[in-house]
């Protein structure tokens, strides 16, 4: 399923202490290999499937990789990075995260790599001196082991943390899908090597399961650049005095803007969204969020975590954006993967209230008693069409219209797998005058899905004029077989973006030839409303 997705590859240069410190943040949300960072290496036999990279062609080793520009072993720092493995993790079945070596070659590192998966099925720091991580090796050591089987699953997603200071101390942590947080696999004392070049990832395979082995959230920060920072006194919690009258709902600058409220847990976690609604940056600071009790008084404030820092437990943030949002979360990273959000920077880890399924106001407000919005929500609000409310959020339609008002707000599109957690809302009302087109046409009449960064992905818009229809969405080759069915009875915005990347249902690219995208609108009852036929092509194969 293709999401709405903000650009947001990037590499940042911090300059700290008069040294340039490279800090690598990689989502392949530009889905290329090209540009910010450049990735050298295996790059054709990779492509870049629903955000994450992959292997597209198998070469006969059974292993892809690639590389970019990194020198943060130096100074020490936090190295950060999602991998995906979907099959039992055996001895060709793995991925490799180096972390830093002092040559260009993924095959045989100098320096230090995490491998997910292998034979033990575990996760392993090691180091390595240059030689074949296959056959015989003299130089490979293992510095840290989890347990054996911590990866011996039919499917593994796991997100790896690992922390090395200047002098040498390291730590390897890791959390699966469904773990609240990061299990410490172990420490180590290791600076046999103490610069590199270089940073990359490999992804080791079989024939039969190179498309289901990947890695996305690529994230290297130089310490020094991000963790010596101060922290502020400790904020005290105070009593609470706030009552409804004291909202200024219309006025408010910084206005709740979106909010999931049920959540599986192990994909999810409830988060509430923030807007910014000014054109100056508005500062967090003693900014917090509570529940209202039904007496009217309120129930335990949760502050924003003041203190920045470059994790993806991060950022704890000290300003939202001109204009800009804030998602906040308890587990931000699985809302980022589950909503395809990718902007890492519009995430917040902190502690939440609980909010009840069926209904609760939520308020917004900061100790100088200032209280800037609330927001009240019910189950009737997901309408007749959601019958599982769970991962389904609720959308702001206009930042003009006040909060409390029920009719501002709509269930996300189900084509944004029903949540814009970090980007605009599906539903949000558009400054644009009126559009011209209804219906549905293709904003490219050919996609050649060969990774090369051109016509990658088919482009459907729409604009229906109404909230609350359903599609039904599949792919026809000429022959009239169906070879990719993108939606069933999924919920539309008013207006909005299909996206298809060239694949069928079984996750290969489809070969070329003509194709037809088929639309059956549906009403709010299920029943047909009218059918659209999109013709294109799909070429370079």
């Given at each position: 399923?293709?999401?709405?997705?903000?650009?947001?590859?990037?590499?940042?240069?911090?300059?700290?202490?008069?040294?340039?410190?490279?800090?690598?943040?990689?989502?392949?949300?530009?889905?290329?290999?090209?540009?910010?960072?450049?990735?050298?290496?295996?790059?054709?036999?990779?492509?870049?499937?629903?955000?994450?990279?992959?292997?597209?062609?198998?070469?006969?080793?059974?292993?892809?990789?690639?590389?970019?520009?990194?020198?943060?072993?130096?100074?020490?720092?936090?190295?950060?990075?999602?991998?995906?493995?979907?099959?039992?993790?055996?001895a060709s079945n793995y991925t490799i995260f180096v972390l830093g070596s002092e040559n260009d070659d993924m095959n045989a590192p100098k320096g230090y790599f995490v491998k997910v998966g292998g034979s033990a099925k575990n996760i392993c720091l090691l180091s390595n001196g240059g030689e074949s991580l296959k056959g015989a090796n003299t130089t490979m050591r293992t510095l840290i082991k989890s347990e054996d089987k911590r990866v011996n699953a039919t499917s593994v997603k796991v997100f790896i943390r690992v922390t090395r200071?200047?002098?040498?101390?390291?730590?390897?942590?890791?959390k699966l899908a469904g773990e609240s947080d990061y299990k410490t696999e172990g420490t180590a004392f290791d600076n046999t090597y103490t610069t590199s070049n270089y940073a990359g990832i490999g992804l080791g395979y079989t024939q039969s399961k190179y498309s289901s082995i990947g890695a996305d959230n690529i994230r290297i920060f130089e310490k020094d650049s991000v963790m010596q920072q101060e922290e502020p006194d400790e904020i005290p919690l105070k009593p609470d005095s706030i009552t409804t009258e004291d909202i200024y709902d219309a006025e408010s600058t910084l206005k709740i803007n979106e909010v999931m409220p049920d959540a599986t847990k192990d994909e999810t976690e409830e988060y509430i969204e923030l807007i910014n609604t000014t054109d100056r940056e508005i500062s967090l600071w003693q900014t917090w969020i509570a529940?209202?009790?039904?007496?009217?008084?309120?129930?335990?404030?949760?502050?924003f975590p003041y203190r920045m820092e470059h994790d993806f437990d991060r950022p704890k943030v000290r300003y939202v954006e001109p204009r800009g949002v804030v998602c906040v979360s308890e587990a931000p990273e699985l809302d980022s993967m589950f909503y395809m959000s990718r902007n890492g920077s519009h995430f917040c880890r902190m502690d939440l209230p609980s909010l009840n399924n069926e209904g609760a106001c939520i308020v917004i407000g900061s100790d100088d008693k200032t209280v800037?919005?609330?927001?009240?929500?019910?189950?009737?609000?997901?309408?007749?069409?959601?019958?599982?409310?769970k991962n389904v959020a609720l959308e702001r339609i206009s930042v003009n219209k006040p909060s409390l008002d029920a009719a501002n707000w709509k269930v996300a599109s189900g084509v944004t797998n029903y949540g814009t957690p970090g980007y605009k809302n599906s539903n949000a009302e558009s400054d644009a005058p009126e559009a011209v087109?209804?219906?549905?046409?293709?904003?490219?009449?050919?996609?050649?899905?060969?990774?090369?960064?051109?016509?990658?992905?088919?482009?459907?818009?729409?604009?229906?004029?109404?909230d609350d229809y359903g599609a039904n969405i599949t792919i026809y080759n000429m022959k009239g077989k169906p070879v990719r069915t993108l939606y069933n009875n999924i919920m539309l915005s008013s207006e909005g973006t299909i996206e298809w990347d060239g694949t069928d249902d079984n996750g290969k690219t489809v070969e070329s030839g003509m194709y037809v995208m088929m639309v059956e609108m549906l009403?709010?009852?299920?029943?047909?409303?009218?059918?659209?036929?999109?013709a294109f092509a799909v070429t370079g194969v």
């Open positions: 399923m293709m999401k709405f997705k903000s650009i947001l590859l990037i590499i940042l240069t911090l300059i700290v202490n008069s040294a340039q410190a490279i800090i690598v943040i990689e989502d392949f949300a530009d889905k290329d290999l090209k540009n910010n960072p450049e990735w050298t290496g295996d790059t054709a036999s990779m492509k870049i499937y629903k955000g994450e990279l992959r292997v597209a062609t198998p070469n006969s080793n059974g292993y892809s990789s690639v590389y970019t520009k990194s020198d943060v072993l130096k100074n020490g720092g936090t190295w950060m990075a999602w991998f995906y493995i979907g099959a039992t993790p055996t200071d200047s002098v040498g101390n390291w730590k390897l942590e890791s529940v209202r009790k039904k007496d009217g008084s309120l129930g335990t404030k949760y502050y800037h919005d609330e927001f009240c929500y019910n189950k009737s609000m997901f309408g007749d069409m959601i019958k599982n409310r087109k209804k219906g549905f046409w293709l904003e490219n009449d050919h996609l050649s899905p060969n990774g090369d960064g051109y016509n990658d992905i088919l482009l459907v818009n729409y604009n229906t004029g109404h009403s709010a009852r299920g029943k047909k409303i009218r059918t659209y036929k999109l």
